[in-house]
């Protein structure tokens, strides 16, 4: 049995100063089991800030190659843990162990792609418009540009996914790829899993000769408002609700520095139902989307949570369809008892609105959720009714009937900022109702057609981020390699001497990566492509 101190870590070593102790739960069960962690003290907040500021320096000078080792032997470490581990994220979480073997293969499989991303080097964003001495009517000088980490970030676990939005996860990757030490806020909902991948990160930071104090994690509640505020961090990641995504973004923006939040945070993921693809497979679509909506138990940021579809005897018929098998669908133990909690409070909401009315789904009762659906009046989607665009978290969704083609179009002009946006469609819907594309770029930041937005691809293309309140941010992705750049900056170099550039810049190219040079691909890229 691996022992667990409960003990907060900071700058290599652990620290327990608090006195205030914190008990992990059996999801299922609700029992205590037999650990209890030790909540940071003010004290302890500001020595894990501190410790990681001055990791920053030498940390950041380190090379793409080394840090490509260290998220490497991450990966290695986290792929090293066994059965009782399994059994313990399981405990905490109630998760199936599959789902949990499947998490940890993604966390590290992230690790590695974002190594290879360090190797290759265009993360780096280079660069170059040499001098040009004689152009007129003024020469210009060299510049060069790349990016370097902003410094020490704060990230916070999220609830749903313990491994791969969490201790080891999308944010702290991101982080550590970028050049930046790490202060991570375990969640409460799975404290000895985050201390099981912590002591993997540690080990992994000590093989490969990381600074100490490259990655340091706390326990807690109030230390993630003493985190955010500390001069130390310079920027925050997030995966939560818009409740604490947002306090999270004030509270940044107050500092006497201002700093980025980069917080995914609400999201209700609309699928537009096409009257073809109706027509031709309306109960296949209904079977896909019932098991989207409680795959995880309806635990996902990217559940769909609102289906728009035109009128008709066939979205009658799916909805018909799609209400029996949720009716007949199997209730699921949720990751807590605040995460039901909340899910209860959801549906009452949903319940007692006079716009909406129940159309499938058993009665809750006992300890665990039963899936949900709701059919709303168009009008509430129209005249912006905040309650039809709060996401639930959980198994439930709410469709929504138009009138015609027009209708849809304002409907889904009305949508808030979403993750994902879905068209179930065959080809004559495409075309018939190509003039939504543009809109829908303009309210999510990933499109999909005939496929299901649950189950995020950690690859180069991904886009896991959208329009406020999906997140904070537009700009970036909490998954895949281009969530580097969100805790980067860039930097340009005016006229100076070889010698004193970074590799990246440097005329010979000693890491041979892609670079923009007077405005066309490096010899070295293209060569590379």
């Given at each position: 049995?691996?022992?667990?101190l409960g003990?907060?870590?900071?700058?290599?070593?652990?620290?327990?100063?608090g006195?205030?102790?914190?008990?992990?739960?059996?999801a299922?069960?609700?029992e205590?089991?037999?650990l209890?962690?030790?909540?940071?003290?003010?004290?302890?907040?500001?020595?894990?800030?501190?410790a990681?500021?001055?990791a920053?320096?030498?940390?950041?000078?380190t090379?793409?190659a080394?840090?490509?080792?260290?998220?490497?032997?991450?990966?290695?470490?986290?792929?090293?843990?066994?059965?009782?581990?399994i059994?313990m994220?399981c405990?905490?979480?109630?998760?199936?162990?599959?789902?949990?073997?499947?998490?940890?293969a993604?966390?590290?499989?992230?690790?590695?792609?974002?190594?290879?991303v360090?190797?290759r080097?265009?993360?780096?964003?280079?660069?170059i418009?040499?001098?040009?001495?004689?152009r007129?009517?003024?020469?210009?000088?060299?510049?060069?540009?790349?990016?370097?980490?902003?410094?020490?970030?704060?990230?916070?676990?999220a609830?749903?996914?313990?491994?791969?939005f969490?201790t080891?996860?999308?944010?702290?990757a991101?982080?550590?790829?970028?050049?930046?030490?790490?202060?991570f806020?375990?969640?409460?909902?799975?404290?000895?899993?985050?201390?099981w991948a912590?002591?993997?990160i540690?080990?992994?930071?000590?093989?490969?000769?990381?600074?100490?104090?490259?990655?340091?994690?706390?326990y807690?509640?109030?230390?993630?408002?003493?985190?955010?505020?500390?001069?130390?961090?310079?920027?925050?990641?997030?995966?939560?609700?818009?409740?604490?995504?947002?306090?999270?973004?004030?509270m940044?923006?107050a500092?006497?520095?201002?700093?980025?939040?980069?917080?995914?945070?609400?999201?209700?993921?609309?699928?537009?139902?096409?009257?073809?693809a109706?027509?031709?497979?309306?109960e296949?679509?209904?079977a896909?989307?019932?098991?989207?909506?409680?795959?995880?138990?309806?635990?996902?940021c990217?559940?769909?949570?609102?289906?728009?579809?035109?009128?008709?005897?066939?979205?009658?018929?799916?909805?018909?369809k799609?209400?029996?098998?949720?009716?007949n669908?199997?209730?699921?133990?949720?990751?807590?008892a605040g995460?039901?909690?909340?899910?209860a409070?959801?549906?009452?909401?949903?319940?007692d609105?006079?716009?909406?009315?129940?159309?499938g789904?058993?009665?809750?009762?006992?300890?665990?959720a039963?899936?949900q659906?709701?059919?709303a009046?168009?009008?509430?989607?129209?005249?912006?009714?905040?309650?039809?665009?709060?996401?639930?978290?959980?198994p439930?969704?709410?469709?929504?009937?138009?009138a015609?083609?027009?209708?849809?179009q304002?409907?889904?002009?009305?949508?808030?900022?979403?993750?994902?946006?879905?068209?179930?469609?065959?080809p004559?819907?495409?075309q018939?109702f190509?003039?939504?594309?543009?809109?829908?770029?303009?309210?999510?930041?990933?499109?999909?057609v005939?496929?299901?937005?649950t189950?995020?691809?950690?690859?180069?293309?991904?886009?896991?981020?959208?329009?406020?309140p999906a997140?904070?941010?537009a700009?970036?992705?909490?998954?895949?390699?281009?969530?580097?750049?969100?805790?980067?900056?860039?930097?340009?170099?005016?006229?100076?001497?070889?010698?004193?550039?970074?590799?990246?810049l440097?005329?010979?190219?000693?890491?041979?990566?892609?670079?923009?040079?007077?405005?066309?691909?490096?010899?070295?890229?293209?060569?590379?492509?």
């Amino acid at each position: 049995m691996t022992a667990l101190l409960g003990h907060n870590f900071i700058n290599g070593g652990r620290s327990a100063h608090g006195g205030v102790s914190l008990q992990s739960l059996d999801a299922t069960t609700g029992e205590a089991l037999p650990l209890s962690f030790m909540e940071a003290t003010r004290d302890e907040v500001d020595a894990a800030a501190v410790a990681a500021g001055n990791a920053y320096p030498a940390y950041r000078l380190t090379s793409a190659a080394q840090r490509a080792l260290f998220l490497d032997a991450i990966a290695d470490e986290l792929d090293a843990l066994g059965d009782e581990f399994i059994a313990m994220v399981c405990r905490e979480t109630a998760l199936p162990a599959p789902r949990i073997q499947a998490e940890r293969a993604r966390t590290s499989g992230q690790m590695r792609l974002f190594a290879s991303v360090m190797r290759r080097g265009d993360f780096y964003g280079a660069r170059i418009d040499r001098a040009l001495p004689d152009r007129q009517p003024l020469p210009r000088l060299d510049m060069r540009q790349y990016h370097i980490g902003l410094g020490p970030v704060a990230v916070f676990g999220a609830s749903n996914f313990p491994l791969a939005f969490s201790t080891a996860g999308g944010d702290t990757a991101a982080a550590l790829a970028a050049g930046c030490p790490v202060v991570f806020k375990a969640h409460p909902g799975h404290m000895a899993t985050a201390e099981w991948a912590a002591l993997a990160i540690i080990r992994a930071a000590e093989r490969t000769g990381m600074p100490a104090g490259v990655f340091n994690m706390i326990y807690g509640g109030s230390v993630g408002a003493w985190l955010v505020q500390h001069p130390a961090i310079k920027a925050v990641g997030f995966t939560g609700s818009l409740r604490g995504g947002r306090a999270l973004c004030d509270m940044a923006a107050a500092r006497p520095e201002p700093i980025p939040v980069f917080a995914e945070m609400s999201s209700i993921n609309p699928m537009l139902m096409l009257p073809e693809a109706l027509k031709v497979r309306g109960e296949k679509i209904a079977a896909e989307l019932a098991a989207s909506v409680v795959l995880g138990g309806g635990q996902f940021c990217t559940k769909p949570g609102l289906v728009l579809g035109i009128r008709s005897p066939e979205f009658s018929h799916f909805l018909d369809k799609l209400a029996s098998l949720i009716d007949n669908h199997a209730p699921h133990t949720l990751l807590n008892a605040g995460g039901l909690c909340n899910f209860a409070d959801g549906l009452k909401r949903l319940a007692d609105h006079p716009g909406l009315h129940h159309r499938g789904g058993q009665s809750q009762q006992g300890g665990q959720a039963f899936a949900q659906v709701y059919e709303a009046d168009v009008e509430l989607l129209l005249n912006g009714d905040e309650l039809l665009q709060h996401e639930v978290f959980g198994p439930m969704l709410v469709v929504v009937t138009v009138a015609d083609s027009s209708q849809l179009q304002a409907a889904v002009q009305s949508l808030q900022g979403q993750l994902t946006a879905s068209l179930i469609a065959e080809p004559a819907d495409l075309q018939a109702f190509a003039h939504l594309v543009p809109l829908l770029e303009h309210k999510a930041g990933r499109l999909l057609v005939n496929s299901y937005p649950t189950g995020v691809e950690v690859c180069d293309a991904m886009v896991h981020g959208g329009p406020y309140p999906a997140t904070s941010d537009a700009r970036g992705t909490s998954v895949g390699t281009l969530a580097i750049n969100r805790f980067m900056r860039p930097i340009c170099f005016q006229n100076y001497p070889d010698s004193l550039l970074p590799d990246a810049l440097k005329d010979a190219n000693p890491l041979g990566i892609s670079r923009l040079v007077d405005g066309a691909a490096s010899r070295e890229a293209l060569i590379r492509s």
